[in-house]
């Protein structure tokens, strides 16, 4: 999969500005499903302000349950949940192969509304 200039697309895509982000932890805090991430989402913010594609490789894109309670707490504006929204766009426009969520390790133990959303996302 191309991931040249997936920093750009993503921008563009969520309409958000990750580089406001200065690292406070706080989305991480109120999301309901972070135990369940092999990254949180802070850090998702952080490799996408470092370009680093290794975050579209993460389970963490596809673990977020898209609920927003990053985005209403973030003290920056930058939209956490909605920047994940766009890494998970970025990759299904290149025709990444649906995600088995069933293979997310201890996914089984997370809310039914996490299955809910996960569901949704592999039919959108
Ligand atoms: S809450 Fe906002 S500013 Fe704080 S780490 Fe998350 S994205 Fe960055
Ligand atoms: S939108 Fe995603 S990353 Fe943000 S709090 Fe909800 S589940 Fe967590």
Redesign the pocket.
Known sequence: MDMDGFVEEVVRISGRNPYL????????AVCPVAQYMDIL??QI?RLVQMGDPAVLESDAIWVCISCMA?VD????D?G?GIIIDALRQFKLRRGAEKYDYFQVPELGEAPSLALVAASRKLTG
Do not use: E
Not at 21 to 28: E, I
């Open positions: 982000c200065y690292q406070c932890g706080m989305c991480s989402p802070h913010i990053c707490r973030c003290p920056r930058v956490p």
